[in-house]
């Protein structure tokens, strides 16, 4: 099955204390990014990645660190978490470029900072 | 600016009726493409449907449909015949032809709660 799976789904931790939420894809997609959504914004990407090793910035990637060392895997790394960055995490994949394809999203990452 | 505009934070509709979800957009881009997702509560983000610019008709999957109007850079989403398991959250989204990273840009959501 077709999926992009992310860990963990629920995470509440301390301010300043490092996390890894993981991503992983099974589609062989070129594309994997990280949005974050909060009420009434939307998603906002935060990071994302066109291939092994090519990573960019998005719209909102203060505090925020990612890798992309395997094709199927995207990991968000959040080095020292604030309390403003508690949200709903979502992984996201997709196929080559161009203004079609749809985005593959993962079920999303609670996350709650104290 | 926003650049995609989601008007109606919350709405009511009857079981079995139809519905409009309002979205505008901002764009210079002559190339780009519209989508609409569905999270429910369980929060998933749910593919529902896409409109291309250069898409000569309105897109349809099922019960949903998108009206799209170009000249005033319109893509509301109508779905028909409402269901109970329709009661979500809608995003609209655009991503632009020149837009790196596949991004899709996100209006605000309306939520839809669908009564019996």
């Known amino acids: 099955e077709a999926q992009v799976t992310q860990n963990p789904r629920y995470l509440i931790t301390v301010t300043g204390k490092k996390l890894t939420v993981t991503c992983s894809q099974n589609?062989?997609?070129?594309?994997m990014s990280w949005y974050r959504q909060d009420p009434g914004l939307g998603l906002r990407q935060i990071y994302y990645s066109m291939n092994v090793e090519v990573t960019d910035k998005g719209d909102v990637p203060e505090g925020y660190k990612v890798s992309r060392k395997e094709k199927r895997n995207f990991p968000l790394i959040l080095e020292s978490p604030s309390p403003n960055q508690t949200s709903l995490y979502f992984c996201a994949s997709s196929s080559a470029g161009g203004i079609t394809g749809e985005l593959f999203f993962g079920e999303g990452s609670r996350l709650t900072v104290l | 600016a926003q650049k995609i505009t989601q008007t109606q934070p919350g709405m009511f509709v009857q079981e079995k009726e139809a519905v409009t979800l309002d979205c505008t957009y901002d764009t210079s881009d002559p190339s780009y493409g519209l989508f609409w997702y569905k999270q429910p509560s369980s929060g998933e983000m749910i593919f529902l449907i896409y409109q291309g610019s250069y898409d000569q008709q309105n897109a349809t999957e099922g019960r949903y449909s998108l009206n799209f109007q170009k000249a005033r850079k319109s893509a509301n989403l109508v779905i028909s015949a409402s269901q109970l398991g329709d009661s979500a959250m809608y995003f609209c989204a655009m991503r632009e032809g020149l837009a790196a990273g596949n991004k899709l840009t996100f209006g605000g959501g309306t939520r839809v709660l669908v009564k019996p």
């Open positions: 589609m062989n997609h070129e594309y």
